[in-house]
């Protein structure tokens, strides 16, 4: 039985609230075991600790906050503190898992250990959904995770004179899984909607090409790590984004030439170039002209196109 099935709780509107987790979590703030009987929890509730399950036989589903997750062999399923669950088996007759509680204060002693990194791991936890994370693993992550399980619920049984570290170790490595999972997860997610991904990219440099657009600011405005950005931008557009910053900025400063009678300089400032020496490079080892040279070619191939369109009219009224 779970902790929360050995005692009713007491129960609150629709829910229950689990004291009985809560007053062993404050004893025992990690607990681990290996369970094969049915799920017997009654009701909806919450406590406080995570919860981490790991099913190995079996099917059934889990009712986590507003989610409905299903359970089979090679899940995983991680319950930030106080989130409403409860599980549901299906038909099986045994139901094989893994079932480890953890305390908060527990992390945040292993915090602790680690001033330097400013670690923090419910926050890290977090960082994929505020209430669940919930993954298929491949044989070789199920092997692994069950292996540190397995070992942690023996040290926990046992308690011999090494066991608080050999539980530190094993919680350890079980964190380093799961953020990795988490890590891959987001990875996989962002691959799927690159190409939303890389158009609202696109969209922002181009609303803010005039700007002095910093990388850091793509990464804190976009849900992707630098690496991923720039791998996937290249991928989908066929160039890096300055080279798109490049040339988006000197095709508007060719229609300013043009179009316009600012000054080269002030052509420079109106398109995110900025430094006037740097635009003049730029600028000329693209198109083989300075930014004048350019407007005054420009210029001369206009005014001969409206003397040729000219002559054309002429010829035309003496036809007629």
Same mark, same amino acid.
């Given at each position: 039985? /779970? ?7 007491? /129960? ?22 290996? !369970? ?23 099917? $059934? %589903? ?12 090679? %899940?995983?399923?991680? @319950? ?5 669950? !409860? ?14 509680? *953890? ?14 990194? $400013?670690? %923090?791991?419910?926050? &890290? ?7 669940? %994370?919930?993954? +298929? ?12 399980? #397995? =070992? ?6 046992? !308690? ?14 079980? *964190? &380093? ?16 909607? #690159? ?17 002095? @657009?910093?990388?850091?600011? &793509? ?13 996937? +931008?290249? =991928? ?13 900025? *000197? ?10 009678? &600012? ?8 398109? $995110? ?12 080892? =693209?198109?083989? *002209? ?9 210029? !001369? ?5 409206? =003397?040729?369109?000219?002559?054309? $009219? ?7």
């Amino acid at each position: 039985m /779970t902790l929360y099935e050995k005692k009713e709780p007491n /129960t609150v509107a629709a829910y229950a609230i689990d004291n009985y987790t809560n007053e062993f979590l404050t004893a025992y703030p990690v607990h681990c075991e290996y !369970r094969i009987q049915p799920l017997l929890q009654p009701t909806l509730h919450a406590h406080n600790g995570y919860e981490i399950y790991l099913v190995l036989e079996g099917t $059934g %589903s889990y009712v986590v906050g507003d989610r409905l997750l299903p359970l089979h062999a090679g %899940s995983l399923t991680v @319950i930030h503190p106080n989130v409403l669950h !409860r599980p549901y088996h299906g038909n099986s007759p045994e139901f094989h898992r893994y079932v480890l509680a *953890l305390d908060e204060s527990y992390l945040e002693r292993l915090e602790s250990l680690c001033p330097a990194s $400013g670690l %923090s791991i419910s926050s &890290l936890l977090a960082a994929a959904h505020p209430d669940v %994370s919930h993954y +298929f693993l491949t044989p070789q992550q199920l092997l692994a995770i069950q292996g540190i399980l #397995a =070992e942690l619920a023996q040290h926990l049984a046992i !308690r011999d004179p090494l066991y608080e570290l050999a539980v530190l170790k094993n919680i350890s490595a079980l *964190l &380093l899984e799961l953020l990795r999972l988490q890590t891959e997860a987001a990875s996989h997610d962002v691959q799927r909607h #690159a190409p939303q991904l890389i158009g609202d990219v696109l969209a922002y440099l181009i609303g803010h090409y005039q700007e002095n @657009i910093q990388t850091r600011e &793509l990464v804190q405005r976009f849900p992707v790590s630098r690496s991923q950005l720039f791998a996937l +931008f290249k =991928e989908t557009t066929g160039m890096t984004i300055g080279q798109f910053l490049t040339e988006y900025r *000197l095709s508007q400063a060719k229609r300013l030439l043009i179009a316009s009678e &600012l000054t080269v300089t002030e052509v420079a400032a109106a398109t $995110g170039f900025g430094d006037i020496s740097h635009f003049f490079h730029v600028f000329k080892k =693209e198109n083989g *002209l300075t930014p004048k040279q350019y407007r005054d070619a420009a210029h !001369r191939r206009a005014g001969l196109r409206q =003397e040729a369109s000219a002559g054309e $009219g002429e010829g035309h009224r003496q036809l007629t």
